[in-house]
């Protein structure tokens, strides 16, 4: 273990494992089949990269996504790793290059799409090379009860079948205990030992607003974090296009990501992103899988995720570096609606039947006023005990009630008025006192209830009408026209028999709470912070990879915390590894005593 522990400070530069790690590296130094379930930012890639460094012959990584292998590859290398990829980016004589570093034998690691690793050429070279273990990243992809179910990596199935003494190790972030199983068995590593990191994600602040004008509130939201790295998620293209030109109208750095761009576009959008030439990718769930920043501080969703697995993956993206950070869920019961259009597209009854469970899931989990992270950790089965959790919306702000009998009866009555005939809007337009051209045209202006809540805000009654579809005192038509219904709950209500709480409006969004001293653009140094991560930036671009690849928040956090001004200091900060601290070392200890000599730059 002593070298091991020599391993990873040499080359990773840290002095000590996270949790569960250490034992999983045995047990792949050890030639075990192993299963690690283990959320972003938890250290999966360091199980399988470390022991490859100890271990004779080469580790072959299967990875689903070009942008990461190319990215974990670069930042391999930056630690003094020799690792490699094979992919349709590169060249043929590019790729004969690799393959000739193969057969000498001069590679740790070598990252291959499932689609490549299955073709009989390549297995054919495969079988002649000294394997120690392969490590299957992104295990989740083999289940099709997995969020991001892709049929080649059910062929990978054929490695214990041709590499019958060769080890496994499967990881993923994200695995209900059905998927769980589902990707041991494909693999065939029913003697895997499995280990299950907590899901709990305590850097990150889960909060939901109900939507209320969503172009300002993510504008609001934008403004107040300037120069932050963050995601927002939308489900249609449309409406990325729309959301990005509008940041842009207002000289927000936002760009584009969907697959109705032209994947030259992509490309260029996800490296402006990754090289920090821009803040915010506004994209749909298209993007973020293969995306290894670590510096993300905060992920929107503009809309409904697909599921809570969607949610889990899509957010776990925020603080991979461990530092706080932000999780924004706009949400309107009204998108429903339009996501049960897309259910009703797919092919089979059982992928619909399957959707449409995960939606109320998700639908759940939104008018929830129990604990966000409580709710997250028993949807993937882990015990817990911590009644508050200090960082969501429900925890820190818990969500008021009021006696909303009498609005109810108001807005049951309206639809009772016209005769069940009309949807949300409609509806909104008569108990406002609007003089809509709908309204006059069917005399609604003259109805008992016409102006009857006029006082309170369109938005509110809006909100309190899909409050009352959720509760189950109306219902709304699946089709194009969502007809209002009253239920057999609401006569009870009608004739003041029932009691009903609602949700108190939000009144904007919450004040964002003080972040921990953790948070590297609240540190008592933010002008050295940004002096650091121009030199780092400049340094990244130099060597055509991310600036994370040089060095993460964190490290230059500590940077600012000790201030070191020897080699040897230096080589104290977590993540500067040998190799880091001989290219590196020097320019930034540079940069620090400078600063410090000249507080004012």
Same mark, same amino acid.
């Given at each position: ?9 040499? !080359?990773?530069?840290? &002095?000590?494992?996270?949790?569960? $790690? @250490? +034992? #999983?590296? %045995?047990?792949?130094?050890?030639? /075990? ?51 490699? !990829?094979?992919?349709? &980016?590169?060249?043929?004589?590019? $790729? @004969? +290059? #690799?393959? %000739?570093?193969?057969?000498?034998? /001069? ?495």
């Amino acid at each position: 273990m002593e070298k091991t522990l020599n391993v990873l400070e040499t !080359y990773f530069g840290y &002095s000590q494992f996270r949790p569960l $790690q @250490q +034992a #999983i590296v %045995q047990d792949v130094l050890d030639k /075990k089949d192993v299963f690690v379930l283990m959320p972003t930012g938890g250290g999966k890639s360091l199980c399988y990269q470390l022991p490859s460094v100890i271990l004779k012959g080469v580790t072959i990584v299967v990875s689903p996504l070009i942008s990461l292998m190319k990215d974990q590859v670069d930042a391999l290398n930056q630690n003094g790793i020799k690792a490699a !990829y094979l992919n349709s &980016s590169l060249t043929s004589s590019e $790729q @004969q +290059a #690799i393959i %000739q570093l193969l057969e000498q034998n /001069k590679l740790s690691l070598l990252y291959v799409a499932p689609e490549r690793l299955v073709q009989d050429n390549f297995m054919k070279l495969l079988k002649q090379l000294p394997i120690n273990f392969f490590a299957i990243d992104e295990a989740h992809c083999i289940s099709q009860w997995g969020h991001d179910f892709r049929p080649e990596y059910r062929q990978l199935r054929l490695l214990r079948e041709d590499f019958p003494k060769t080890s496994v190790i499967a990881l993923t972030a994200t695995a209900t205990p059905r998927v769980r199983q589902d990707i041991i068995s494909a693999l065939s590593i029913e003697t895997a030992k499995t280990y299950q990191a907590s899901f709990n994600r305590p850097n990150l602040t889960y909060r939901i607003l109900q939507k209320n004008n969503p172009f300002s509130q993510v504008l609001e939201y934008v403004t107040s974090h300037p120069g932050e790295a963050g995601i927002i998620y939308c489900n249609s293209r449309k409406t990325v296009e729309s959301l990005t030109e509008k940041l842009n109208q207002r000289k927000i750095k936002a760009l584009a990501y969907h697959a109705g761009l032209p994947d030259a576009t992509r490309k260029r959008n996800q490296e402006a992103f990754l090289r920090e030439n821009t803040d915010i990718i506004v994209a749909t769930i298209a993007f973020g899988m293969g995306i290894d920043k670590p510096n993300v501080r905060f992920v929107i969703h503009y809309n409904l995720p697909q599921s809570l697995e969607h949610y889990y993956q899509e957010t776990g993206r925020a603080g991979r570096d461990g530092l706080p950070s932000d999780c924004l869920f706009l949400y309107s019961y009204a998108d429903k609606f339009s996501q049960e259009r897309f259910i009703a597209e797919k092919e089979t009854e059982e992928e619909r039947q399957l959707a449409k469970a995960q939606l109320h899931r998700v639908l759940d989990y939104a008018q929830s006023k129990l604990c966000r992270h409580n709710l997250l950790l028993q949807y993937f089965a882990e015990q817990t005990t911590q009644a508050n959790c200090g960082s969501c919306d429900n925890c820190l702000s818990p969500k008021e009630t009021f006696d909303g009998t009498v609005v109810s009866q108001k807005i049951l009555s309206c639809v009772y008025r016209v005769q069940e005939r009309f949807g949300t809007s409609h509806l909104i337009h008569i108990l406002t006192g609007s003089q809509a051209e709908k309204v006059l045209q069917y005399g609604h202006d003259r109805l008992s209830t016409y102006g009857i809540i006029k006082d309170h805000p369109a938005s509110d009654i809006k909100m309190y009408l899909y409050e009352l579809i959720h509760l189950g005192y109306l219902t709304q038509t699946q089709d194009q026209y969502a007809i209002v219904h009253l239920t057999p709950k609401s006569k009870a209500v009608l004739q003041g028999k029932e009691k009903v709480l609602l949700t108190k409006p939000p009144l904007r969004l919450p004040k964002q709470d003080k972040k921990s001293q953790n948070n590297p653009t609240t540190t008592s140094d933010p002008e050295l912070f940004q002096q650091l991560r121009a030199l780092r930036k400049r340094l990244a671009d130099e060597r055509n990879v991310p600036p994370y690849v040089i060095f993460s928040d964190a490290s230059l956090k500590e940077m600012i915390t000790f201030l070191p001004q020897t080699t040897e200091e230096f080589a104290e900060i977590k993540g500067v590894g040998a190799q880091k601290l001989e290219h590196f070392g020097p320019i930034f200890l540079k940069e620090i005593t400078h600063y410090l000599a000249h507080p004012q730059g």
